[in-house]
């Protein structure tokens, strides 16, 4: 993060070329703002564009990284401990689009599409001790392991609204983005041994997955930190 507050520092005080008639920036292709946002996707940043003479339209690029890994054991009684191991990942490079219909609000509707790497969460299964389940009694190598995995697509759609600037007026802005990705439906897949070789979930997985389908969206809420790469020209 540390890192990331000095590039911000370093492009801010390097302000050369007109952007606009009453504004002065980097370049036409530098960003005239940058911003840290934090929520429910992870810690991003993103790149601000004002699209020349409309002043109300914003064309944003940036990424963000989420992820999670970490063993938890239960006790489910007599001894009997299972241990989970989660792999969670949202990572996401994004474009948007944004629009200001009221010239003195800092309201905005906004629009857009990304693109995932890791559009899934993994689920690992397995005893570390003899466990009982319906009366009978199993080693942990009998029980086996279990994987599971749930996939979505990888080119996710967005639409949200908010209150902030991508580029302040002053040097620095702050705002909130709510808003919800489309991620498509998710398949389930399964790789296990032990126990559940003698079972039939190889039959149930197409009926799980099923009543998964409603699982297509993610809700998004963010808080943003803004950064102006543009300064007002003296009139």
């Given at each position: 993060m540390k890192y990331l507050l000095s590039f911000l520092l370093l492009l801010g005080g390097n302000?050369?070329?007109a952007s606009s008639d009453d504004?002065?920036?980097?370049?036409?292709?530098?960003?005239?703002?940058?911003?840290?946002?934090?929520?429910v996707t992870g810690?991003?940043?993103?790149?601000?564009?004002r699209l020349p003479?409309?002043?109300?339209?914003?064309?944003?690029?940036?990424?963000?990284?989420l992820g999670y890994k970490k063993k938890h054991q239960f006790d489910l009684g007599d001894s009997s401990i299972v241990e989970f191991r989660p792999d969670f990942v949202i990572g996401l490079v994004q474009g948007s689009v944004k629009w200001q219909p009221f010239r003195r609000s800092s309201f905005f509707l906004t629009a857009g599409a990304g693109y995932t790497w890791r559009p899934d969460v993994r689920l690992q299964l397995q005893a570390l001790s003899p466990i009982e389940l319906g009366g009978i009694q199993m080693k942990p190598e009998e029980f086996g392991t279990i994987d599971l995995r749930v996939r979505w697509s990888s080119v996710v759609g967005y639409a949200g609204l908010g209150m902030?600037?991508?580029?302040?007026?002053?040097?620095?802005g702050?705002?909130?983005?709510?808003?919800?990705?489309?991620?498509?439906k998710p398949?389930?897949?399964?790789?296990?041994?032990?126990?559940?070789?003698?079972?039939?979930?190889?039959?149930?997985?197409?009926?799980?997955?099923?009543?998964?389908?409603?699982?297509?969206f993610l809700p998004n809420l963010q808080v943003v930190l803004s950064y102006s790469l543009v300064r007002k020209t003296q009139k």
């Open positions: 302000q050369t070329l504004e002065k920036g980097p370049s036409r292709w530098w960003p005239q703002g940058l911003s840290l946002q934090a929520g810690v991003g940043v993103q790149g601000a564009w003479k409309r002043p109300q339209w914003v064309v944003r690029a940036g990424g963000s990284y902030g600037r991508s580029i302040p007026k002053r040097r620095w702050f705002g909130f983005e709510l808003g919800c990705y489309y991620w498509g398949k389930l897949s399964a790789d296990y041994e032990g126990f559940l070789e003698t079972t039939t979930l190889d039959e149930q997985l197409p009926m799980i997955e099923r009543n998964m389908r409603g699982y297509r």
